[in-house]
């Protein structure tokens, strides 16, 4: 599921949504004028924002199966740490996956969009 970004007040702080609109070990993805974003929830209740590319392939990361804080790419199983954006294993050192900085304000959840 694609969520609409609305317009907000804040240049830095783009509202995504609600948090319970992320599944727990889920993800959403969020499309925005530089490429699509991936909002993750770990089941631990916290919540991550990578841009939703593989540095392997560019699978989508938010059709991954996420597990702890880390995320399987959906193309190849590569193992992406949702803390850093970093491949995990063997595939280490191998690419980053750029983060966006994350916001949770009254339960809703804020990503930081750059250009």
């Given at each position: 599921?694609?969520?609409?970004?609305?317009?907000?007040?804040?240049?830095?702080?783009?509202?995504?949504?609600?948090?319970q609109d992320i599944p727990l070990r889920g993800?959403?993805?969020?499309?925005?004028?530089?490429?699509?974003?991936?909002?993750?929830?770990?089941?631990?209740?916290?919540?991550?924002?990578?841009?939703?590319?593989?540095?392997?392939?560019?699978?989508?990361?938010?059709?991954?199966?996420?597990?702890?804080?880390?995320?399987?790419?959906?193309?190849?199983?590569?193992?992406?740490?949702?803390?850093?954006?970093?491949?995990?294993?063997?595939?280490?050192?191998?690419?980053?996956?750029?983060?966006?900085?994350?916001?949770?304000?009254?339960?809703?959840?804020?990503?930081?969009?750059?250009?």
């Open positions: 599921m694609t969520l609409a970004l609305p317009i907000t007040s804040d240049p830095y702080w783009t509202e995504v949504g609600d948090i993800a959403r993805r969020v499309a925005t004028p530089n490429g699509d974003v991936a909002v993750f929830r770990t089941g631990d209740d916290l919540i991550f924002a990578l841009r939703d590319e593989c540095p392997h392939r560019k699978g989508p990361l938010s059709q991954g199966m996420v597990s702890g804080h880390a995320v399987a790419c959906p193309l190849h199983s590569w193992m992406i740490d949702l803390r850093t954006g970093q491949p995990l294993g063997a595939d280490a050192g191998k690419g980053c996956t750029p983060r966006a900085p994350v916001l949770i304000k009254a339960g809703r959840v804020f990503v930081a969009l750059s250009d």
